[in-house]
């Protein structure tokens, strides 16, 4: 587990462009975000780093050493890795957020008869709604892949307004031998080659009700 990561603080928020019907600018107030938690294979410590966009609508996590595989010479354990960000949000008075999107990218080299799996949750803390997507890949594959995650605009889920509540993302990857060869490896990662691959989780905003 990190000790707590301090990203830096955010100001204006500007260029956002909304879904049809929840077209509401972002708080013009000072929001913070500070990494509370991070758990899990795919993120040991040290090897994730968290960082808000030029734009200030949508933050990114870097990883170093995601990545999931089997045959050739992986541990059993090497074919499921994840990764679970405790995040704290804090934003203005009168506004609240959910995830419309977020974009993962990585690189996979599947043999012919191998498989892949990308997961990803999306949940506040002490809240049953939590928002699921995954994606499979078949081998044979050796390229880099994206995927986007999107919500559609009645669905996202919103951090309730007035309340504190960290805000919870859940991603998997998996590799599945399948009928390939044993002695060739599968493997399917969460960065590429020079780390410079990050997924990107696009904010959405509402206003509250006033009392």
């Keep these: 587990m990190f000790a707590a990561l301090s990203i830096a603080a955010l100001t204006a928020m500007t260029a ?3 879904p049809a019907g929840y077209d509401v600018p972002p708080p013009t107030g000072e929001i913070t975000i500070d990494v509370a938690t991070v758990n899990g294979s795919g993120c040991r410590a040290g090897t994730a780093a968290v960082a808000v966009s030029p734009d200030n609508t949508s933050f990114t996590v870097t990883y170093s050493d995601y990545l999931a595989k089997v045959g050739g010479d992986a541990d059993p ?3 499921r890795k994840n990764c679970q960000l405790n ?13 419309a ?9 599947l043999e012919p008869g191998a498989s892949g799996l990308e997961k990803a949750s999306y949940y506040f803390q002490g809240m049953p709604e939590t928002s699921y997507f995954q994606t499979p890949f078949s081998g044979p594959m050796s390229d880099n892949w994206q995927v986007t995650d ?19 993302i859940n991603t998997e990857l998996r590799v599945d031998a399948g009928t ?7 493997f399917m990662s969460m960065d590429s080659t020079d780390g410079n691959i990050e997924t990107t989780y696009h904010f959405q905003w509402k206003e509250c009700p006033k009392p």
């Design 101 to 109: 999107s977020a974009d993962y990218r990585g690189f996979a080299h």
């Design 87 to 99: 995040l704290i949000v804090n934003i203005p008075q009168g506004f609240t957020y959910g995830i």
């Design 180 to 186: 390939s060869d044993p002695s060739k490896t599968s």
């Design 77 to 79: 354990t090497d074919f």
């Design 150 to 168: 999107s919500t559609e605009v009645g669905a996202i889920v919103y951090k309730p307004c007035g309340e504190q509540r960290n805000f919870n």
């Design 16 to 18: 956002f462009s909304a």
